[in-house]
């Protein structure tokens, strides 16, 4: 009973690193998303995949990329970390749009 | 643009003191109002989903309501477990992005 797993909880990179956070769910949900936390600011939606083989931008999508690789797996990617993106990243996924979310447990990612 | 506005940031009662957390909201068109728990350290949990002006749902010591500006989350002979961030977020039935638009939470500390 997994629900959402995210990978890694926390990660530490220096500024012009890369690296890809991964997500995945076991409960067969069409959509999937990509959130990001920061103090007084709420969460906001990166960019999301209503459905396999689809991907959008959200609100911040700068500095990012996405793969919808099947219908259990959503990773997201920095291409060249920035002290801006230091966050908590959260994963999510529902059964359609406008249902619930399933998120995850969340990755701590410092950027120095 | 849709924005979510809960009050107030913060709240300390007293267990068994009941009171309301309240979210209002300026969307395009709502397709539903959501309400997560988060505790600290810990991914959101989804509490309700509402769709409607008038419709109301219960959860053990938690209901919810919803209006056409806004909605309560109303807690009633709260325990100290129930101590955690309480999320606010909106779909609109327009715009591009898929997605929910959160607020900034309120943090409830129930204390025994």
């Known amino acids: 009973n997994a629900g959402v797993t995210q990978t890694p909880k926390f990660q530490v990179l220096k500024t012009g690193q890369s690296m890809t956070l991964q997500c995945a769910q076991d409960?067969?949900?069409?959509?999937m998303y990509w959130y990001r936390q920061d103090p007084g600011m709420g969460l906001r939606l990166i960019y999301y995949s209503a459905s396999e083989g689809t991907t959008d931008k959200g609100e911040v999508p700068n500095g990012y990329n996405v793969s919808r690789l099947n219908k259990r797996e959503f990773s997201l990617r920095l291409e060249s970390a920035a002290p801006s993106q230091t966050s908590v990243y959260f994963c999510?996924?529902?059964?359609?749009?406008?249902?619930?979310?399933?998120f995850g447990s969340g990755t701590r990612l410092t950027v120095v | 643009e849709d924005q979510v506005t809960q009050s107030p940031e913060a709240l300390r009662l007293q267990e068994g003191e009941s009171s309301s957390l309240n979210c209002s909201y300026t969307?395009?068109?709502?397709?539903?109002l959501f309400w997560y728990r988060q505790d600290p350290g810990k991914g959101p949990e989804f509490l309700f989903t509402?769709?409607?002006a008038g419709e109301e749902k219960e959860k053990e010591r938690l209901k919810a309501t919803l209006t056409k500006k806004e909605s309560f989350l109303h807690i009633t002979a709260p325990k100290p477990e129930d101590s955690a961030t309480y999320l606010c977020a909106v779909q609109a039935s327009g715009g591009g992005a898929d997605g929910l638009t959160f607020g900034k939470g309120t943090h409830l500390i129930i204390q025994p």
């Open positions: 509402l769709y409607s």
């Open positions: 969307v395009s068109g709502l397709r539903g």
């Open positions: 999510a996924s529902s059964e359609r749009a406008f249902y619930g979310y399933t």
């Open positions: 409960m067969n949900h069409n959509s």
